[in-house]
């Protein structure tokens, strides 16, 4: 079921300072900010040879960004994200599984522009992940 890996997602409290760092730093390749109000976030994307790397702010204290910061004030790895051919086929096989999909179980549209859904970190060792067709 699971496609490729899409990208590491990493939850930043300051989007310009973790901007430079990866860009002045190691010299990567950074997209243009997307402010996506559906997911509370705004993101740029690092690009890498074989994947991304996410970086995601939070627009305002509502978003899950936030409370993940308050948790983890400095940022850190916040979900991964594989790519699936078929995400409702992936959905409805994972609730079978029984896989807990968060949001309602409906998909939204993602930084891309295509469908995702993100897995309750619990039913998988811990890790929040998201899925998006390809």
Do not use: W
Not at 24 to 50: C, M, W, Y
């Amino acid at each position: 079921m699971l496609g490729r890996l899409n990208h590491v997602a990493i939850a930043v409290p300051d989007l310009d300072v973790a901007i430079k760092q990866y860009a002045d730093k190691l010299n990567a390749k950074v997209s243009e900010r997307q402010r996506l109000d559906e997911h509370g976030v705004t993101v740029v994307f690092i690009e890498l040879p074989n994947s991304k790397i996410e970086l995601l702010e939070a627009i305002d204290d509502t978003s899950p960004i936030a409370s993940f910061l308050e948790k983890n004030p400095k940022g850190g790895m916040h979900h991964i994200c594989y790519e699936v051919d078929d995400i409702i086929a992936a959905r409805d096989h994972l609730i079978n599984q029984g896989a807990r999909i968060l949001g309602g179980g409906e998909p939204k549209t993602g930084a891309h522009g295509k469908p995702v859904l993100f897995l309750h970190p619990q039913d998988f060792t811990g890790t929040l992940i998201e899925l998006e067709q390809v």
